[in-house]
């Protein structure tokens, strides 16, 4: 696995809950960590204007902004990446930092294939983005982790105390972070 020291340790990830807080959680991350603009509960008009409204925010703090959307709408609205499934991140497009979600080592062999920029393998542990799921654990998380091409982000369920218990240098939350 490629560790890429380019790539940020610390990734927010949008949600319609985290989205009254989302202002001041930009400000409180580390400068340099990145934001993942998903709010796919707003029509496109509204996306946009929020989409505008927090890049402007996370760019003053030197912060990575990444859309869940096509490459193309990725380069009109001026993010820094794209992120999704790895079958929707294809084909690339110059310029974007790919970031691919993965749940199972098939996914990770399509995030490699695709050659992804991050892969964010999820969930490490119970989260509520998907309660009642099954989660890896640590170990698990780690052996499929293994098999990554490109960084592996740890998300679901993490916050700063589990990403000490993880011990792993990149991950990711919606509600741990907001």
């Known amino acids: 696995m490629r560790q890429d020291q380019s790539l940020a340790n610390l990734w927010l990830i949008s949600d319609e809950r985290n989205d009254a807080v989302l202002e001041r959680a930009l400000g409180r991350l580390p400068r340099g960590s990145g934001f993942i603009y998903r709010h796919y509960h707003l029509d496109d008009e509204q996306r946009y204007r929020r989409f505008r409204c927090l890049q402007l925010i996370a760019n003053a703090f030197g912060h990575t902004v990444v859309l869940a959307d096509s490459a193309l709408t990725a380069a009109e609205w001026g993010a820094d990446g794209i992120y999704g499934a790895p079958k929707s991140l294809w084909p690339r497009r110059h310029g974007l930092l790919y970031l691919a979600t993965a749940h199972n080592l098939g996914e990770i062999g399509q995030a490699n294939r695709i050659g992804s920029d991050g ?9 509520n983005s998907h309660p009642g799921a099954d989660s890896h654990g640590p170990a698990r ?38």
Do not use: C, E, Q
């Open 119 to 127: 892969i964010l393998l999820s969930p490490i542990f119970a989260t």
């Open 141 to 178: 998380f780690r052996m499929l982790a293994s098999h990554a091409n490109a960084p592996v982000i740890a998300l679901g369920g993490m916050d700063f105390r589990r990403a000490r218990t993880v011990d792993w240098p990149r991950w990711a939350a919606i509600d741990g972070l907001s």
